[in-house]
């Protein structure tokens, strides 16, 4: 296997509300709004220009997850991959590439229908990245822009698309509940940049499909300030601060305007492939993290 993901490149997601997202994006993540037109708000956290497009939309959560790939060669090889693997894949040309500023990207649907983007060329922003709170995030180019957490109905069909097509590496699996495994799998040197429990809903809106992205401080200090601009906002906690054994990221959840969780943590661990070997936890925690 040659071509394989590079890193998690954008988010989309949906909402009712633009103005909500603004001010809870600024005022409690700390990102940097740039303007993208009446219907669409996109989110900047490093020196690309935006790495969450945010699109009003009756249909609330996470619609599609942009996944990065190293260039034209790589991409041409993983789309054919994925149709090998039975997925319809749509190539759909320099327009929708311009609508995402990637210079070209193919689009398909994973097992449980949530569109997933394979891209390169993420364009860079001419401005320096400024946080309004003065926050500063662990992404860029090497690692993405965090990782996303996702319900998924069947979870073999799952690794099948991210390991053995798309080249994700196994970093490791916690047991979430008496019969439930989460799996944890990595593409670069974040612990992980996708993971995935099963769940036996049903319905795209509730309890299926993304159920939060990651987003990642430098510093405890700016989880900090997030959690005191969160309860200043009248934002809702969804887990308390908490630290997790698999990646020792301490953070706390909370729920964006798109009913979609952002989990803001700091101290991932960066593993090499050289020498990880994958383990396997009791527990997502260490402490901390109440509902
Ligand atoms: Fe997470």
Partial sequence: MNATVRSLGYAVLGADDLEKWRSFATEVL?????????????????????????????????????????????????????????????????????????????????????????????????????????????????????????????????????????????????????????????????????????TAKDDRNRGQGVGHLMLESESIDGVGRALDALSAHGGKMTATLGKHTNDKMISFYCESPSGTGIEYGTGGIEIDDETWTPTRYPSAHYWGHER
């Fill in 30 to 198: 700390g990102l940097q709004v740039v303007e993208a037109g009446q219907d669409t708000l996109r989110l900047r956290m490093d020196g690309y220009l935006y790495r969450l497009q945010i699109e009003k939309s009756d249909t609330r959560g996470v619609t599609t997850l942009g996944w990065e790939v190293a260039g034209p060669r790589e991409l041409a090889e993983l789309a054919r991959r994925v149709e090998q693997a039975g997925y319809t894949v749509e190539r759909p040309g320099p327009d929708a590439a311009r609508a995402r500023d990637v210079t070209e990207l193919v689009r398909f649907q994973d097992p449980d229908g949530l569109t997933l983007e394979l891209f390169y060329g993420l364009t860079s922003s001419l401005t320096n990245f400024v946080s309004p709170t003065g926050n500063r995030f662990v992404a860029g180019r090497l690692l993405g822009l965090g990782h996303a957490f996702q319900l998924v109905k069947d979870p073999d069909a799952h690794l099948a698309l991210y390991r053995d097509v798309l080249g994700f590496r196994l970093s490791d699996h916690i047991e979430v509940g008496p019969a439930a495994v989460a799996t944890f799998l990595h593409c670069n040197p974040r612990h992980h940049s996708f993971a995935f429990v099963p």
